[in-house]
């Protein structure tokens, strides 16, 4: 709710700093444009500014936990009292620090979960990925690791990901690009399926065939993008 806020007041001082500084200083070059097309175009660049601060600065830091109780029937009664931990959006970049980190450390080691699954936007530009394979090695050491990329991945990597993909790996993660992972919890097996995001490779259900085709439907089955 506070993100709200801020965003409807930056948006807001943005629109009257145009209109007070540029409208009027520069007229004889902008008459033809209406004031509302102005002021239309300065909403969607405020908002593009806000929503890019957000992701870049704030977000990465912003960390909160989310319970969540899914019942899988198929499980039987021990099992289906585990726990799985989804992480989405770290945007880590060159800025993150030790304490954020060390708080999704934290949370780990409170819920002992079964399995991480990363489901994308790991980073926000490429000197995140320092801090996220310090993250995945420390986590790797007790707990596995699956991952699927999202747009903020390709996109601060110029869509060159197997050097990436590499070094997650390396770190102890999985990473399922439109790939099939079994995980044994007890004496079920769990399929977890990634399919990669879906601007990147947008025929989601070429996807989901490719990444389930070998898939025992028997078996209880968890799927992320």
Not at 155 to 163: A, E
Request: charged fraction near 20%; hydrophobic fraction near 45%; aromatic fraction near 12%.
């Amino acid at each position: 709710f506070p993100s709200f806020i801020l965003l409807f007041l930056f948006i807001s001082v943005f629109c009257s700093f145009i209109k007070d500084n540029f409208l009027f200083y520069h007229r004889e070059v902008i008459c033809l444009m209406p004031k509302i097309a102005l002021k239309i175009i300065a909403g969607f660049f405020g908002l593009a500014l806000v929503m890019g601060g957000y992701s870049y600065f704030i977000e990465p830091n912003n960390f909160k936990i989310e319970p969540q109780v899914f019942k899988l029937n198929c499980l039987n009664s021990n099992v289906a009292l585990q726990k799985l931990v989804q992480i989405s959006d770290l945007h880590f970049t060159g800025k993150t620090s030790e304490k954020t980190i060390n708080k999704i450390l934290e949370a780990l080691k409170k819920h002992e979960p079964f399995a991480v699954f990363i489901t994308g936007d790991l980073i926000g530009n490429k000197k995140g990925i320092k801090p996220v394979i310090e993250l995945l090695k420390k986590i790797s050491q007790k707990t596995p690791i699956f991952i699927v990329f999202g747009n903020w991945d390709y996109s601060s990597l110029d869509y060159n990901m197997g050097d990436f993909k590499k070094e997650l790996n390396n770190a102890g993660a999985k990473v399922l690009v439109n790939e099939l992972a079994n995980i044994e919890v007890g004496d079920e097996i769990i399929n977890l399926i990634g399919i990669d995001d879906s601007f990147v490779s947008p025929d989601v259900e070429g996807n989901l065939k490719k990444a389930t085709q070998a898939m025992n439907i028997t078996d209880a089955s968890l799927l992320h993008s």
